[in-house]
């Protein structure tokens, strides 16, 4: 069973030099301006690099499947031995970005067959953004903030992301309701982590240690990390990979919490290893699924 390749072709896209080696590369500084056929302006922000608008590129994601076996599970045709190529990742972080660093450090590792590429973050100043930088990592600023010049418009991150080439976006902490260009412009290509074995406690509002709070009061004996595809909304789009922990009898939400993220920071790893192998299966009713590495035959 082949994977569907779907293709988005760009009338006008970002091009620019290098910028991997830069040490501080975060896109502030405005550098170019794109009048559309319409004459509407656009102009984004950025660090030295330059930018221009060339109608050239064309971005493909590769990872969505269309067609069904006869068995319950659509299986891509593709062999765990043939080589594949390193998968493009751009995380999105608001704070420290522990599950940002556990990812990159498995790409460097090679445990993760892919490269974190760029982090999009709507602090400049947050835990996440720093480290990115001390590694080279491009950082962009999104959203664009309302009272100043900095950031990326909807339009202008999408572009931006395309030029970079991303197979993956990968949100680690990110505490922004994700637009719907860019769930449009990448299918099944967003994930997200969340704290807590959804649909429980999920939702606008639903974040960091509140979710913790309400699993205790809730008297839940089991909680953990989802990792889930993202739509337009907080924590509904389809369910990807969970890990349960146990709620103690003693637990506060700060015992609690440090006992999920651990668990967060091993499943994202094996969830953006299997993502950029290529081992994503999509069951008859539309469920995703996990192809085991060792065995193609057992899903997780």
């Keep these: 069973m082949e994977a569907r390749r779907l293709s988005f072709g760009l009338s006008s896209t970002l091009s620019t030099s290098p910028i991997q080696n830069q040490k501080n590369p975060i896109f502030k500084i405005p550098s170019f301006s794109y009048t559309s056929p319409n004459n509407l302006t656009l102009k984004g922000f950025f660090l030295k690099p330059h930018f221009s608008f060339a109608p050239k ?61 760029v982090l999009v973050t709507n602090k400049h100043d947050c835990g996440g953004a720093k480290y990115a930088r001390e590694q080279g990592i491009p950082v962009i600023l999104f959203p664009k903030a309302t009272d100043t010049s900095e950031g990326l418009s909807e339009e202008d991150l999408v572009g931006a992301l395309r030029t970079y080439n991303i197979d993956f976006i ?42 913790h709070k309400a699993v ?57 290893a299997a993502l950029c192998e290529e081992r994503i299966v999509w069951r008859q009713d539309g469920v995703p699924l996990i192809q085991s590495k060792e065995d193609p035959n057992h899903y997780k």
């Design 57 to 117: 590129k064309i971005f493909q994601c590769t990872n969505c499947l269309e067609g069904i076996e006869k068995e319950s599970v659509t299986v891509p045709n593709n062999s765990m031995s043939k080589e594949l190529r390193k998968k493009k990742l751009a995380v999105f972080v608001s704070g420290g970005g522990s599950n940002f660093r556990s990812i990159y450090e498995a790409t460097i590792e090679g445990t993760v067959h892919g490269e974190v590429a």
């Design 170 to 211: 990968l949100l680690a902490g990110y505490l922004k309701l994700i637009p719907t260009e860019l769930v449009q412009a990448f299918p099944r290509s967003i994930f997200n982590i969340h704290p807590s074995l959804l649909p429980a406690f999920g939702g606008k509002g639903y974040y960091g240690m509140k979710v």
């Design 216 to 272: 205790i009061a809730s008297g839940a004996r089991y909680s953990g990390p989802t990792i889930h595809y993202v739509d337009e909304h907080y924590d509904t789009g389809r369910i990807l990979a969970q890990r349960v922990v146990p709620v103690l009898a003693n637990d506060t939400a700060d015992t609690l919490a440090a006992r999920v993220l651990q668990e967060e920071h091993k499943l994202y790893v094996e969830v953006a």
